[in-house]
């Protein structure tokens, strides 16, 4: 780089904005992460780098001030409804820990086919055979967890998993079956809950599964990167096992995980997160009142009908079309409604999208349809 | 809980505070993480989970609004003296990364004696047999790094590493040598850079390494968590490989690391911590002028002298004799710096401890020193 284009990209960087800020959000990724004014405040608070360790006497998660052990070995574990919690960088990166604590490489594991990505990536990057339980295809894309139960015969896994609800088309499964279905075959069981745990009502003990694993930034109001992963203490030797040489570290942790900012704003933002999941019933009913006001345009809702969470999936044959005949190709469509004061469907995608109407109320969701229909009129 | 009791913890977690926030900060590990203005104001900008993300095409590092692409790619491997840079979550998940893509399951690696904890938890995680690098012990703890070569010839080690400076002692070894020896006998060099990386001046390729590790929260101006990693090009494919299945996203990183707070952080200090480094030399001549001060007054410090480090470790005699015959034992030590405005010394410790004078200035080391005197006054 010359000097001068240097000195440029250095003042882009102490002058970092955000051009989505304040728009509405439908952003699938996005809306269960949005921090309230407690995490805000905590955020400056606890900014600068390992000011959260003030405390530390050798193990973060029993920190007494700020009150991290507290959190995560009381509040945490009963509204995750198990028995052990531990903080990580993520879901992924919780469902990394347990595969890499639980099976072998070249072991077979057992996950459903509407699995997140990071779910293969964390397999492969242990060495582990998947196998996937398949789904019922266009346009439902459901997942029968009885399906589990000849897989599981034929490939003796060592673990299974379900994505509740998955990440692609907020379908909900039957979790508390494929608890029943593990327990009879004593293989563990992993629930992936990035879109369920602080959105609503979930419990690792009613659903009777090994592992629960939870996403800060994507649904616990939280600054990114950020998980929890909840277990059964039948677990805790194994995948909280402590190091050889240092007896208060944890192995699969590398001694701690979290040490920052996204640890904070979760704990600030938890009061907020436990009440809101008591709304639930809302967020339902509002999403299903949404899909049916945008099918009513002509776009198609895919996955389970009714539908049972704020993510949604749409195919939109008519933004399609239109993307074939303007210059912006798919992005008019972002355009246009970043102009209406709306984000979060994937920029240049218009075939199909993916959006989330649990941040929005029902009053900025009706300008969203407002804007759909405006969309489509200037375009007809 | 109670409901009570539980309405309690709740409130408390809704208003978070820290107690050290404006004090005079001599903790090492925060004296070189402490935000700049730029990385607050980014932090409230990006402070909704996932917000780095808007932009993204499926690979983190090359998001270009906000400008991670060319942080990344370009910026970072300039300031790391490396040819190909990614974002981590910290050093030890940077160390873990490379160890677990280059090193197989009972293989050995070659230390030094002075590492972090953390890459022996590291290396207990992949499986490795950890072989170290003796120091000269009591009072200087220093590494010659030609005692690697006998240790390589006999081991046949699959990794070497140096720790440089050590985060007990503060000492600088000579890891230009420990390049050249790594060349000669063919062994991938990891150089752990959380305390130098954003403190000094530090280069990979003068080095001679093959890997250079970096702490964002220790020595870059970042919160946690949060860690930078660079490699030699040819290492790209090894320690980057991609997944099979989903040929965008690097195995190793689970597809994306630091999503989020973080590296908003890291990359809005940059342009300060690029200049800060140039004024290294004041920093080593505070931190000895202060080592001197300290002796004086009766502390002895350990490690290398003259000492070219603001990481520092004495002994204190002095204070041990005091916390034997007062009632908050070593605590008082923490009660009477902290009355004085003065924050870092680990609560409790007082037969040796550690402090960093990288973030004070020579105005508020002399009111530290002053401390000193005044506590030694009291309690003689």
Redesign the interface.
């Known amino acids: 780089?010359t000097k001068q284009a240097?000195d440029k990209?250095?003042?882009?960087?102490?002058?970092?904005?955000?051009?989505?800020?304040d728009l509405i959000n439908l952003?699938p990724?996005?809306t269960?992460?949005?921090?309230t004014e407690?995490?805000?405040?905590?955020?400056?608070?606890?900014?600068?780098?390992?000011?959260?360790?003030?405390?530390c006497q050798g193990i973060l998660c029993n920190i007494s001030?700020?009150?991290i052990q507290?959190?995560v070995h009381?509040?945490l574990p009963?509204f995750l409804g198990c028995e052990i919690a531990t903080m990580t960088?993520?879901a992924?990166?919780s469902i990394?820990m347990v595969m890499?604590s639980l099976v072998s490489p070249g072991d077979s594991i057992i996950v459903d086919s509407t699995r997140h990505?990071?779910t293969?990536?964390?397999a492969?990057?242990v060495g582990l055979n998947i196998i996937e339980v398949p789904n019922s295809g266009y346009p439902e894309f459901r997942i029968d967890v009885n399906e589990y139960v000849p897989l599981i015969k034929n490939n003796a896994p060592k673990l299974v998993l379900l994505t509740n609800p998955d990440g692609n088309y907020g379908n909900i499964s039957d979790a508390r079956r494929l608890g029943e279905i593990a327990q009879e075959y004593e293989v563990p069981y992993i629930v992936n809950g990035a879109y369920s745990v602080g959105r609503m009502p979930i419990s690792m003990a009613e659903i009777g599964a090994d592992f629960i694993v939870g996403s800060?930034?994507?649904s616990?109001?939280?600054?990114?990167?950020?998980g929890v992963l909840g277990m059964k203490k039948k677990w805790e030797e194994i995948v909280l096992r402590r190091?050889?040489?240092?007896p208060k570290?944890e192995?699969?942790l590398?001694?701690c995980?979290?040490?920052?900012?996204?640890l904070?704003?979760l704990?600030?933002s938890?009061?907020?997160v436990?009440e809101r999941i008591n709304h639930w019933d809302e967020q339902v009913s509002k999403a299903q009142w949404f899909s049916s006001e945008l099918e009513g345009l002509g776009f198609k809702q895919l996955g389970e009908k009714p539908h049972r969470h704020d993510l949604l999936h749409f195919e939109a044959p008519l933004f399609y079309d239109i993307s074939q005949r303007v210059r912006e190709k798919g992005y008019f469509l972002y355009k246009e409604l970043k102009e209406r004061g709306i984000?979060g469907l994937q920029?240049g995608v218009t075939k199909a999208f993916k959006l989330s109407t649990f941040a929005a109320d029902r009053y900025q969701l009706a300008i969203v349809l407002d804007a759909f229909k405006s969309i489509l009129r200037k375009y007809s």
Chains 1, 2 share one sequence.
């Open positions: 780089m240097e990209s250095l003042q882009k960087l102490a002058n970092l904005q955000r051009q989505h800020k952003m990724l996005q269960g992460g949005m921090l407690a995490a805000k405040k905590a955020l400056i608070e606890f900014g600068d780098g390992y000011s959260v360790c003030d405390f001030n700020p009150p507290e959190f009381k509040i009963e960088h993520g992924r990166e990394f890499h990505y990071t293969v990536v964390a492969e990057r800060g930034h994507k616990m109001a939280s600054s990114g990167p950020c190091s050889k040489t240092y570290k192995v699969e590398l001694g995980t979290l040490r920052g900012t996204p904070i704003t704990m600030a938890f009061p907020y436990k984000w920029p």
